[in-house]
């Protein structure tokens, strides 16, 4: 998450080649943190039940759509090669995945 958050961050304040692959490294780190992530959640209910059934409780509910919702804007801006408009989505998603 901290590699995807700092080449998010220098996409915005790089230009020309360097900023290409910023955007390209940040999309490398996105994938990567998705996949993980995608492993790790099955993996809570066995290991961890408690943080599990504290993330389906109803007041994990709007941090965890706002994040989803935050994470899926980020990507798509960097795709898309708005770049303050990633970092700003990237910040409301690591805010909240700390917060929660």
Do not use: K
């Amino acid at each position: 998450m901290c590699a995807y958050l700092a080449a998010v961050y220098l996409t915005v304040e790089t230009q020309g080649q360097l900023q290409e692959d910023f955007r390209r490294r940040a999309l490398l780190a996105r994938t990567v943190v998705v996949g993980l992530v995608a492993l790790a959640l099955p993996m809570l209910e066995w290991e961890t039940p408690r943080l599990w059934h504290g993330l389906l409780n109803l007041r994990a509910a709007p941090v965890l759509i706002i994040g989803v919702m935050a994470a899926l804007l980020s990507g798509w801006a960097l795709l898309r090669r708005r770049y303050r408009l990633a970092r700003a989505a990237a910040i409301v998603q690591v805010t909240l995945l700390l917060l929660g």
